[in-house]
């Protein structure tokens, strides 16, 4: 049991300037230990953690010598316990996360336990901001009438969040319509520094979005996990991890003329995702530092899921201390962070001289090297230089159909294709742009990047350009302050006199709920099978995920998304080509549009301001009308409607006891799924659009939904039945059982069937029949869906056997009791002559004491095929949930068994 901490003898008061002091504090440089100076900060974080929390149980001094001895423990994958300082969730994500606390108070109950320990035990911030769909674009009213739909759709969810905030302490929830998490975190909700009854210690940070990393650009360490190991945070679990290696970036010089902290950004994922980052944290240094803005750090911290990385981690120096003023923090604030990591060897000063620090790798990237660019058409990392574009774009017409091809015949790329739009004729072609989105807090953060996109739409509208009246052009920014600082330059009439109006706050197209296309231009693209294509300054753009008819989708920095819908389409060259004809019949091409780097500079000094940012977040917990006239329950335990299509009560614990069902192997299972490389999460977890032919949409029109009112996968991640329906339902899966044919199907093994892989999941499961996955590598690639573990649970899968997982995933699978193998180096399906069409069998002991993170395990097939895989159990935590069935019954059975 939990011991008195036995590092209380470095605990030290910080005096304050005037006298006074600001609390305790345990202090590194009173260890008197010269390994710390050479630590990254990042790894600094971690160390403070764990001496702040150490208790002999849950945080052991040998921990804390592992983090301190880094430089040789990290090449060995020890694992060390973490205590973020705090979780962040939205609201997709973060419904499921407070259904399973409510259900779990339930369980609690049933199990004679006290229901009111479950509640959050760190405090937890919940944005909803994935709600809002982009219905009305194009249109002064657009915020309203999105806002209304939006609430027309999850008023069910939205009441359901409102009675958790009531419901849980140490809960937050900040209204629809206020701003994307990530963005609002950056902006407000990043303390840097903790004071906590007098107790200082650093900001860190877990959330159920991978993009959670955009906060590493504040000098806060924080990334994404899945909802099931923030949940087990916010109980006071300990967050198991291997203690990650750390490779540092170093940066040098500066940005060239009329290049974007985006294109700096697609540069860098491009750079680490070569690299091999899956795992590592990435911490940027160099005399390079000075020469980017906070927002700049904090779009290339944000993308750190497209390359792979843990963190990127920018560490608190003087431009981070100007952020914090120029966002509203206190002086007073401000003066406690600085004292504070000044005193904690946290701090870089780049007027004092620097001790070296030791990295697991090392990069290095001259600013003035990178030029314009944007990245796909299918995936963030396949940068592509501006000035190549047009050849790029003909190649992947050319090329066979995958992550740069299309397959489109020769004879067929120059098609046009002519339809009617609002009574005018209208035509297009194969790269066409149809959505241009300025959107996602990527790089709505930046007012740089923003701001840059309205000086574009100014100097167009000027020379008289316009964007076609059919592509679906929109603006979202990532919070309230955007909207001040356009409107202060007097720069967003040229921003709406080109479509560009303000559609929401919130994610819109850059998770998809981009809205539909015009009728017209839908069924031209449909029904000419057109390669049509979306621009959009996102950080995702994987296939069908920005809008199932949007085949080519490219990431570009905001100028850049505006510059390609005044041109129309992705198949030109912006050196030699004119961008349009202006009003006086003269060709305009893009260097008549794109402002310098210091008109840039000069709009952002005069118009962003330290009073935009109190304003809007002194209003942001005041909510909004709509939000206001919502009424709710108010007991502590959730009253649950059998009816609801939204919030349903899951199965988790239907037959729980307190007794843990142990280890579980895999007896003669069938292949439910056959795999290549690189599916996402987008390929496995609900998202998007409910197709109308799909098990899900069948099950909400037997519960009387009308087709109209189906809403997104998104919004009804509260409800396990829709969900379990929507798992492997993306309309671009590639299963090797079909042959080339894509699509949310699979074979039914025994009879032949093609059936949808719900309905298969199902037949095996009225079977009694065990199911696997087998997949390629970079399995679980992408956002932190929980759902992506969820789902394959409840279709019955009891193991994954890949090439390799992405970290998120893996443990998210842990999670839900899900055994994740890997194919030893060299070999996959294919190599070993493997179908899919085998039954397959692990064996694994009765006891998890028999088990060791890491073994070897032999798999078995039915036609007398034997291999051996890595059991990807990575931790002995790992082996406790999976013997508990998973982490959520781990907890409740240790609350119960608590006496606290």
Known sequence: MASPNPFKAILKGLEKPDGGEFGKYYSLPALNDPRIERLPYSIRILLESAIRNCDEFQVKSKDVEKIIDWENT????????????????????GVPAVVDLACMRDAMNRLGGDSNKINPLVPVDLVIDHSVQVDVARSENAVQANMELEFQRNKERFGFLKWGSNAFDNMLVVPPGSGIVHQVNLEYLGRVVFNRGGLLYPDSVVGTDSHTTMIDGLGVAGWGVGGIEAEATMLGQPMSMVLPGVVGFKLKGKLRNGVTATDLVLTVTQTLRKHGVVGKFVEFYGEGMSELSLADRATIANMSPEYGATMGFFPVDHITLQYLRLT??????????????????????????QVERVYSSYLELSLEDVEPCVSGPKRPHDRVPLKEMKADWHSCLDNRVGFKG???????????????????????????????????????????????AALVA????????????????????????????????????????????????????????????????????????????????GNRNFEGRVHPLTRANYLASPPLVVAYALAGTVDIDFETEPIGLGKDGKNIFFRDIWPSNEEVAEVVQSSVLPDMFKATYEAITKGNPMWNQLSVPSGTLYSWDPKSTYIHEPPYFKDMTMSPPGPHGVKDAYC??????????DHISPAGSIHRDSPAAKYLIEHGVDRRDFNSYGSRRGNDEVMARGTFANIRLVNKFLKG?????????PTGEKLSVFDAAMRYKSEGRDTIVLAGAEYGSGSSRDWAAKGPMLLGVKAVISKSFE????????????????????????????????????????????????????????????????????????????????????????????KQ
């Open 807 to 898: 970290r998120i995933h893996r443990s998210n699978l842990v999670g839900m009791g899900v055994i994740p193998l890997c194919f030893k180096a060299g070999e996959d399906a294919d190599t070993l002559g493997l179908t899919g069409h085998e039954r397959y069998s692990i064996d694994l002991p009765a006891s998890v004491s028999e088990i060791r993170p890491g073994q070897d395990v032999t798999v078995v097939t039915d036609n007398g095929k034997s291999f051996t895989c890595t059991l990807r159990f990575d931790t002995e935590v790992e082996l406790a949930y999976f013997d508990h069935g998973g982490i959520l019954p781990y907890v409740i059975r240790n609350l119960i068994n608590s």
């Open 672 to 681: 439910l799924l056959n795999f290549g490389d690189s599916i996402t999460t």
């Open 458 to 537: 100014k100097k167009a509208c000027e020379l008289g350009l316009e964007v076609k009246p059919w592509i679906k052009t929109s603006l979202a920014p990532g919070s309230g302050v955007v909207t001040k600082y356009l409107q202060k330059s007097g720069l967003q009439k040229y921003l709406n006199q080109l479509g560009f109006h303000i559609v929401g706050y919130g994610c819109t197209t850059c998770i998809g709920n981009s809205g539909d296309l015009h009728e017209a231009v839908a069924s031209a693209i449909s029904e000419n099978d057109v390669v049509a294509s979306a621009v959009l300054s």
């Open 328 to 353: 509203g923090r206190s002086d007073d604030t401000i003066a406690m962070i600085e004292s504070y990591l000044r005193a904690n060897k946290m701090f870089v000063d780049y007027s004092e001289p």
């Open 741 to 749: 044919e894509v699509g949310p199907k699979t074979i039914h093994i």
């Open 74 to 93: 990290s090449p060995k994958q020890v694992e060390i316990p973490f205590k973020p300082a705090r979780v962040l969730l939205q609201d997709f994500t």
């Open 406 to 452: 299309f397959a489109v015949p020769k004879e067929s790329q120059s098609k046009v294709v002519e339809f009617n739009f609002n009574g005018t004729t209208a035509q297009l072609r194969h790269g066409d742009v149809v959505i241009a989105a300025i959107t996602s807090c990527t790089n709505t953060s930046n007012p740089s990047v923003m701001l840059g």
